[in-house]
């Protein structure tokens, strides 16, 4: 095995196969086919189409090819061979997410755990020792420096459903970060001298934050699951934006003049989409 695949391929060989199980019903004019390379088997549903070369698609279902009717599945089979490398990526980052949204689902239970800056902490139904705050959502502990295996105690009956378990968690998270962001929004303002004109939370599925023209600034509130870092580099990112509204080298040159250790965070935040439940630990 090439050095490069060896490299992405930090699961085995068969839970790589199990990425791309048969499906159980394939479109009329599509087959089932399967390629071992350098011991690596990947399975994928090829189509024959009239578009004038081989395209190669990602999604929930695995891996699919279109190809035209006269390129032979020699020609085909290099084809993946020559493009192993983003398959494999495109494959784990699909069996990745479907994990994340396993643990989800599975998150949001009595007894469940959930990220909340960085630290796994415990989710229970019920008043907790501090009866004083009955009806009121309870951390056991300092809400501004939690540790790992912490309990959030929920006001509501031990037999709530899921839904009902996830929406009051998240109302007591989104109301940590309006309070953590805003402490972090004022430490930034008051170290680079750069003002905004307000912010505010974002419930958004496809960013992290954004800055308009007129200095408003939205933070995912959805950061809270992960370390003070990366909710550091958000705000120095759309901070920087003040100065530069672009991606440009004088963007970047901002963010690391706002932030220096910003590189380490904004990689970790790649690997996630804001419509995910992390699992911060890995």
């Known amino acids: 095995m090439s050095e490069q695949l060896s490299l992405l391929l930090d699961v085995s060989t068969e839970a790589v196969a199990s990425l791309t199980p ?17 011991g690596i088997q990947i399975g994928f549903v090829l189509t024959r189409s009239r578009r004038r070369s081989i395209g190669f698609m990602v999604g929930e279902e695995g891996l699919r ?16 061979i020559e493009k ?8 784990k980052a699909m069996h ?9 689902t599975k998150s949001w ?7 909340y800056l960085a630290k796994h902490i415990t989710l229970q139904c019920g008043p907790g020792a501090n ?7 309870s951390f056991e502990g300092n809400a501004l420096q939690p540790e790992s295996g912490q309990t959030l105690w929920l006001p509501i009956p031990a037999d709530s459903d899921s839904s009902r378990i996830r929406e009051v968690a998240q109302s007591w998270l989104q109301q940590q970060a309006k309070h953590w962001f805003g ?38 509130w959805r950061l809270i699951h992960f370390s003070p870092s990366a909710i550091d580099y958000v705000i120095a990112h759309e901070m920087a934006h003040l100065r530069e509204l672009n991606h440009s080298q004088d963007f970047w040159a901002e963010v690391k003049a706002i932030y220096p250790d910003y590189i380490q965070a904004r990689q970790a935040l790649k690997k996630f989409s804001p419509g995910d439940l992390p699992d911060v630990t890995n």
């Open 183 to 220: 402490l972090r929004i004022s430490h930034f303002q008051a170290q680079t001298g750069l003002t905004i004109k307000s912010w505010r939370l974002s419930n958004a599925l496809g960013r992290w934050g954004s800055c308009t023209s007129d200095r408003v600034i939205a933070l995912n």
């Open 131 to 137: 009866l004083s705050n009955r009806g009121k959502v």
């Open 65 to 80: 090819i279109a190809a035209p009717s006269w390129v032979t599945l020699t020609q085909i089979d290099a084809a993946i």
């Open 109 to 115: 239970q009595p007894g469940g755990a959930i990220p």
């Open 22 to 38: 048969a499906p159980s019903q394939i479109a009329t004019g599509s087959k089932w086919r399967e390629i071992n390379h350098q």
């Open 96 to 104: 990745e997410r479907r994990t994340r949204l396993t643990l989800a």
């Open 84 to 91: 192993m490398p983003w398959v494999l990526n495109k494959l």
